[in-house]
């Protein structure tokens, strides 16, 4: 009898040893550990890069993002890059934007500053990205509960922030009509003053850098808005 028990115990464990390996064996398989190539970038259109971006982020808030393999990918892309976008966003430690837009290594530029407005040197590294590197898509995001725009909105004087913040003083004044309490407490107004933010930067970006506005009239890139919301991961873009 203890014979039998010991033969059966063994079966078990040998049926769910191998059922495990079978498992291991699926999720690979399902891992994604390529990268994007120079080929798969010049066929893709900025619309259809804004729409996977757009899927990717339904992904990431339902918390079914593509399990990638980051050091398999970091050795592939090592010879050379060819991202799919440029996205200028907030420094905010709470906006991961690959995560964001479930993007693996290597398929997005990113471009991070408090406040995520448009200066000289961003709009060279988002030139090199579009015109240079091949990149398909800008999106500027703004995000809830900014602080660089409550700063801006309470007029923040302190060393360099008092600088940066000038930059986003624009987007307080084109919320000068917003119908209730215009003040830092107010998240409503916060943000309306981020979505406002992030049209300035748009406008920014096709005023002072023809290159970008010819590509975009040409229909090679796309540039967008977005507002990222912090409780829940979810996008809205803004029109």
Do not use: W
């Not at 891992?31 to 259109?45: C, D, G, N, P, R």
């Not at 703004?142 to 930059?167: E, R, S, Y």
């Amino acid at each position: 009898m203890t014979k039998k028990i010991l033969t059966l115990t063994l079966a078990v464990a040998t049926f769910l040893s191998c059922t495990r390996k079978t498992e291991q064996k699926k999720l690979q398989s399902h891992v994604i550990s390529h990268v994007m190539t120079k080929q798969q970038q010049e066929a893709l259109k900025p619309e259809q890069v804004l729409n996977e971006f757009i899927e990717g982020n339904k992904r990431f808030n339902t918390g079914n993002s593509i399990p990638r393999d980051l050091s398999i990918q970091a050795r592939k892309s090592a010879p050379g890059q060819y991202p799919k976008a440029v996205v200028l966003s907030c420094l905010d430690s709470r906006v991961p934007v690959e995560d964001v837009f479930d993007q693996g290594l290597g398929d997005i530029f990113v471009g991070r500053v408090a406040g995520n407005f448009v200066n000289e040197d961003l709009l060279g590294s988002m030139e090199f990205a579009c015109k240079v590197a091949g990149a398909k898509l800008i999106v500027v995001m703004g995000h809830q509960h900014c602080g660089a725009v409550k700063g801006a909105i309470d007029d923040v004087k302190l060393g360099n922030i008092t600088a940066m913040l000038a930059k986003i003083k624009p987007a307080v004044e084109m919320s000068k009509d917003f119908p209730g309490e215009k003040n830092s407490k107010n998240n409503e107004f916060v943000k309306h003053v981020s979505e406002n933010n992030v049209k300035y930067a748009i406008q920014q970006i096709r005023e002072k850098s023809p290159i970008l506005k010819e590509m975009e009239d040409k229909g090679e890139i796309k540039i967008v808005g977005a507002f990222y919301r912090l409780t829940d991961g979810t996008l809205e873009f803004v029109k």
